[in-house]
């Protein structure tokens, strides 16, 4: 299993964050998408809104979190249905990481790795943020988390150095732009852009979509 999650950490070229703060979930991510050493695409959101209430965030394979970004809404909404009620986030993040151990140990020519971020927001108005790790294990996040992705060594540290239990959500946006331009800084999975949402009781709001733009300059400092 040590094994399997260095691989998954070398495959999943991506930066994911989520911070827990007073008032609510700040949830972020970059916009690359890799195939080996090649860039694919420039702008991908990683971290998109399942439904009224839910907000993931995806490393591993592209095709794999895109299609269980389908399967969470399809099955959150009839397990709705059938019960009458809403599912807590944590319902909702103990079925993805199911889903996640499933699809791991079903038998593959191509194995599914996908390390997830959950966060959302409860009936009761509580917000939750939880990290489900590419083996399936769903964890409940109480401070902050960045998965498994390729970017997650070098935002972890500014993470523990700036990070305070006390700060709104506006604090924690700022947190995670500045860690997401360190990740993109240095890793080569993660870059192109950032997204940056937020989760409170009253809602979910995309703060922040930047796109990031290389400029080329002489030794005059002109534009190229």
């Not at 939880?130 to 500014?158: C, H, Q, R, W």
Request: hydrophobic share 35%; with cysteine; glycine share 10%.
């Amino acid at each position: 299993m040590e094994q399997e999650l260095k691989n998954s950490i070398l495959k999943s070229g991506t930066t994911i964050i989520g911070v827990v703060c007073k008032d609510g979930i700040v949830m972020g991510s970059d916009r690359q998408t890799t195939a080996g050493n090649i860039v694919m695409s420039k702008n991908t959101q990683k971290t998109v809104v399942i439904n009224e209430y839910l907000v993931i965030s995806g490393t591993g394979n592209a095709s794999d979190i895109e299609m269980q970004k389908k399967i969470i809404a399809a099955e959150l909404r009839l397990k709705e249905l059938r019960s009458k009620r809403r599912p807590t986030v944590r319902e909702a993040a103990n079925f993805i990481a199911m889903l996640t151990y499933r699809n791991i140990r079903n038998p593959s020519m191509i194995p599914s790795i996908v390390g997830t971020l959950v966060g959302g927001f409860n009936e009761d108005g509580t917000t939750e943020l939880y990290t489900i790790e590419p083996a399936g294990t769903a964890i409940k996040v109480e401070d902050y988390d960045a998965n498994f992705g390729s970017g997650m060594p070098y935002v972890l540290g500014l993470l523990e150095r700036e990070y305070d239990p006390t700060m709104d959500a506006k604090k924690g946006v700022e947190l995670v732009l500045s860690s997401l331009k360190a990740s993109t800084q240095r890793d080569t999975g993660s870059g192109y852009g950032v997204d940056i949402f937020t989760i409170k009781k009253d809602g979910i709001k995309h703060e922040l979509e930047q796109e990031i733009k290389q400029e080329f300059k002489n030794k005059q400092g002109i534009k190229r």
